[in-house]
């Protein structure tokens, strides 16, 4: 569970209880106070279960809002649940958060500050997004990091027995469904990481933002 990690003492028990408890909704969760949670598979379904790790500077740009992180973290594995025909039932988060405050990596790109400013922003973008899309927080981890910041999450969904969409079940008629442009991420990260050639895309300031959003 979220405050078993190797940072522990004082301080992590306050950060959790601050940011991450009022996350944890479901009473399987304990309230974060145990080592374990506890969940009941609905009625007639099998469970389904995905997890995805982001890290800063591979990922994620060390100056991105937290509250964008919180919900990439999510959102990149309910995606997967969601393309399985699986609803959530809930979630589990580990961080690895630099030992200190603005500690420098090998690659200042993924030099993350972590302060309790963006701990809080970081952790009400997650509960929105979990209350949203009904996956409370169930539990994790949080451990110190001599490298940069990175959250994985892992999600528990259900599916009804013997539905589940597996890749190897497509068949020539499907309908393939995708959500936004295809492409869009991609000359996003072209503009972020060149912009002094941004000009050459002809685009105007809200094609710009929305991609580099």
Same mark, same amino acid.
């Given at each position: ?19 991450? &408890?009022? %996350? *944890?909704?479901?009473?399987? $969760? /304990? @309230?974060?106070?145990?080592? =374990? ?79 309790? &400013?963006? %701990? *809080?922003?970081?952790?009400? $973008? /997650? @509960?929105?997004?979990?209350? =949203? ?81």
């Amino acid at each position: 569970m979220i405050g078993s990690g190797d940072t522990g003492g004082s301080g992590e028990d306050l950060l959790i209880a601050r940011h991450f &408890a009022p %996350l *944890a909704t479901h009473p399987g $969760a /304990l @309230g974060l106070s145990d080592d =374990v949670a506890v969940m009941t598979p609905p009625d007639n379904c099998e469970l389904v279960l995905e997890t995805d790790a982001i890290v800063a500077g591979m990922h994620f740009f060390a100056d991105d809002p937290p509250a964008a992180i919180a919900r990439k973290a999510l959102r990149i594995n309910l995606s997967d649940l969601a393309a399985k025909g699986a609803r959530p039932l809930g979630f589990l988060l580990s961080l690895a958060l630099p030992r200190r405050s603005g500690r420098a990596t090998a690659d200042a790109a993924a030099a993350v500050v972590v302060d309790d &400013a963006w %701990l *809080a922003a970081f952790a009400a $973008a /997650l @509960g929105e997004d979990a209350s =949203v899309y009904g996956c409370p927080l169930y539990g994790g981890d949080t451990v110190a990091s001599p490298g940069p910041v990175m959250i994985s999450v892992t999600v528990i969904g259900a599916v009804p027995t013997g539905t589940l969409v597996k890749r190897s079940g497509a068949r020539p008629g499907d309908r393939v469904l995708v959500t936004g442009t295809i492409g869009d991420a991609a000359l996003g990260l072209v503009l972020r990481m060149e912009r002094a050639g941004a000009e050459d895309f002809g685009l105007t300031a809200a094609e710009r933002d929305h991609l580099l959003s």
